[in-house]
């Protein structure tokens, strides 16, 4: 029984590991894409701390987050809180919820961008093979609607991804990149553009 749960945990150590390392890979990736390599380097170090990876090995399931899988089984969870309020790439660290009217502060630049290079990194890991722009883009219309952020942070993030479903990521990368590399100003362009096309008529661009 002593045996078999010690091995059940080094399985889990092992897996977790794996897991985080390889989303560290993607991400650097797409923080160095991005403009940003060292944040792809230190992103997620927190990981590594007690309280975090603990709870990740009591709670590991190879198809969803620990964190996910805590809440779910106890109503919180702790690694979270720390998570949370020790990386400002999370739009949570930037939430002021201790007031009568709750806001999203809007994050700094450098920072929605490792958000980005974040939540692309964790679907290349969740979706494996099956991982596609149109499936990121999905997944993150409907999280926008649950969690406290910035409106011209989420749009700026969705604007960014839309994008990316055009198939030609390195473009949208480059084309941030000659922005300064300011993501807000890059999102702001096209946002701009489309809504120039939509108040123009057919009859007006012939």
């Not at 805590?70 to 999370?90: C, D, L, R």
């Not at 009568?100 to 920072?111: C, I, W």
Request: charged share 20%.
């Amino acid at each position: 029984m002593v045996k078999q749960s010690l091995k059940n945990t080094l399985k889990a150590i092992c897996l977790h590991l794996f897991r985080v390392l390889k989303h560290k890979y993607y991400v650097f990736i797409y923080c160095c894409k991005l403009g940003i390599p060292w944040q792809g380097i230190t992103h997620d170090l927190s990981k590594f701390s007690w309280i975090e990876f603990s709870e990740a090995i009591k709670f590991y399931d190879p198809t969803k987050s620990p964190i996910a899988v805590a809440k779910e089984k106890q109503g919180y969870s702790m690694a979270w809180i720390h998570h949370k309020g020790h990386n400002p790439h999370h739009c949570e660290y930037w939430a002021d919820s201790l007031s009568t009217n709750p806001k999203g502060l809007q994050m700094p630049n450098k920072y929605v961008k490792e958000l980005i290079a974040d939540y692309l990194g964790a679907g290349k890991v969740y979706f494996g093979r099956s991982f596609t722009y149109e499936k990121e883009l999905e997944y993150w219309k409907k999280l926008k609607t649950q969690i406290l952020i910035h409106p011209t942070t989420a749009e700026t993030v969705t604007t960014v991804f839309e994008l990316l479903t055009l198939n030609a990521p390195d473009l949208v990368f480059k084309a941030i990149k000659s922005n300064e590399g300011d993501v807000y100003k890059f999102a702001q362009s096209f946002t701009s553009f489309f809504q120039q096309v939509k108040s123009t008529s057919w009859q007006n661009l012939k």
